[in-house]
């Protein structure tokens, strides 16, 4: 049975950092493109970025850039998003999800291959 956990949520205030990881069980991460997204209250789910199955990275949220990074490590089946410079704006819950290609839209990836989320509070 896949499984994705997402951790590393929580409260931070602006201007912090926060690591979110990605741990698969059931199936190896190796083969697959992983997805963030993230849901802000309110607003529908949304891609924010993908690395895939040879390491590229796909950006899909321009406010990110040159803040968020994606890094993946096979050796712990693990996908990784640093956060940095926090926002408000970046309060959400963040998920993650496997799939054959990287893609922006929630609908594209496999019901079985989604987290349960994690929360990320930025607030002073």
């Known amino acids: 049975q896949p499984q994705l956990v997402e951790s590393g949520g929580g409260l931070v205030q602006p201007g912090g950092s926060l690591r979110l990881s990605c741990a698969a069980s059931?199936?190896?991460?190796?083969?697959?493109?992983i997805g963030w997204f993230r849901r802000a209250p309110g607003k529908e789910r949304e891609g924010v970025f993908c690395?895939?199955?040879?390491?590229?990275?796909?950006n899909y949220v321009e406010s990110m850039k040159g803040r968020f990074t994606i890094s993946r490590d096979n050796a712990k089946n693990t996908v990784y998003l640093q956060m940095n410079s926090l926002k408000p704006g970046d309060t959400a819950v963040y998920y993650c999800?496997?799939?054959?290609?990287?893609?922006?839209?929630?609908?594209?990836?496999?019901?079985?291959?989604w987290g349960q989320g994690t929360q990320v509070t930025v607030s002073s």
């Open positions: 999800a496997a799939n054959d290609y990287c893609s922006p839209f929630a609908n594209e990836y496999p019901d079985d291959y």
């Open positions: 059931g199936f190896t991460l190796d083969y697959y493109a």
């Open positions: 690395v895939d199955r040879v390491g590229g990275v796909t």
